[in-house]
């Protein structure tokens, strides 16, 4: 099974930035996505994309946040903008039935 590998989680102020990271072991031919888990809440969708890079995004992070990947480095990747305190939360990368470790992405002033 694929190993997945997330990193670029860091305690940003509001309004900052973050692109977290996620490599495969091996190559993903299908969809992508990042979910996350707030404190105390069920883990949530975020965004995904098609191996075609067709993407899809919570409402939530609508205009925020892209999600991308680069097929030839097996990398997805999710591009963080003008965060809020309730982006607080563990991300994690999903392909198929392989998930990441997960990164923590705090948001905080």
């Known amino acids: 099974q694929v190993q997945l590998v997330e990193s670029g989680g860091d305690e940003v102020q509001p309004g900052g930035s973050l692109r977290l990271s996620c490599v495969a072991s091996?190559?993903?031919?299908?969809?992508m996505g990042w979910y996350r888990r707030a404190p105390g809440k069920q883990r949530e969708s975020v965004a995904f994309i098609s191996s075609g890079g067709i993407t899809n995004y919570e409402d939530s992070v609508k205009g925020r946040f892209t999600i991308s990947r680069n097929n030839a480095k097996n990398t997805v990747y999710l591009q963080m903008n003008s965060l809020k305190p309730e982006d607080t939360g563990v991300y994690y990368c999903?392909?198929?039935?392989?998930w990441g470790q997960g990164t923590q992405v705090t948001v905080s002033s």
């Open positions: 999903s392909a198929g039935q392989a």
């Open positions: 091996g190559s993903i031919l299908g969809i």
